[in-house]
């Protein structure tokens, strides 16, 4: 059974730095791409960045580009957001998704997902 | 990359079809097979529904069924039941992901 468990999120000033994690089960980990996508509150979702099964390729959006970077360590089946200068416009709960097999593009597993406050 | 735009909310009741739109354009929705629904409870992670425009993951009811025609994309939900309120978001890749902004069902 595939699971998908983040952690890492909590309440940080503006201009802060937070980590998130999620540690992923139930499947070969290193064989799948792997997205950050977040929900703002009452919003609609967002992709926010993802990164290939060996690390070598990631993508931001341009709302993150410069301020997150998304990394994995395929030896510990854990996926990782470094989320730096934090804005208000940052809060969301953030979900790790893992994308579909090579050959076409969805999102089949969510995680629980872990809320991150930006405030003063 | 702009939002595809959805309905904002759509209603029906119990046993009844519903139709969800999701419109974009030549470079997203239409320019290939890489569309997907999810549906979202309130307070729970998002669920795939339909992947490549029409297709239905294991365990997903057949009730639920997608289509596209040109630059719009469409889930339709037959046989309406009470457990089918959600929200209900479209997603495109063509380069890059964009999703819809979301529509909430309402069962009557």
């Known amino acids: 059974e595939v699971q998908l468990l983040e952690s890492g999120g909590g309440l940080v000033q503006p201009g802060g730095s937070l980590r998130l994690s999620c540690a992923a089960s139930?499947?070969?980990?290193?064989?799948?791409?792997m997205s950050w996508v977040r929900q703002a509150p009452g919003k609609g979702l967002e992709r926010v960045s993802g990164?290939?099964?060996?690390?070598?390729?990631?993508k931001y959006a341009d709302s993150v580009k410069g301020r997150f970077t998304i990394s994995r360590d395929n030896s510990k089946n854990t996926l990782y957001l470094q989320m730096n200068s934090l804005r208000a416009e940052d809060t969301a709960v953030y979900y790790c998704?893992?994308?579909?097999?090579?050959?076409?593009?969805?999102?089949?597993?969510w995680g629980q997902g872990t809320t991150v406050t930006v405030s003063s | 990359q702009s939002a595809l735009t959805q309905p904002r909310s759509v209603s029906g009741s119990p046993g009844q079809s519903v139709t969800i739109s999701c419109t974009g354009t030549s470079s997203d929705v239409g320019d290939n097979i890489y569309v997907s629904w999810y549906q979202q409870h309130p307070g729970k992670a998002p669920k795939l529904m339909i992947y490549d425009v029409s297709k239905r993951p294991s365990g997903v009811p057949d009730r639920f069924s997608g289509s596209k025609s040109g630059n719009t994309a469409s889930l339709t939900i037959s046989g309406l039941q009470a457990e089918d309120e959600a929200d209900y978001y479209c997603c495109s890749y063509a380069g890059s992901w964009v999703f819809g902004g979301g529509t909430k069902l309402t069962v009557l």
């Open positions: 990164i290939s099964g060996g690390g070598d390729t990631t």
């Open positions: 998704a893992k994308k579909s097999v090579p050959g076409s593009y969805y999102f089949d597993y």
């Open positions: 139930g499947f070969t980990f290193s064989s799948y791409t």
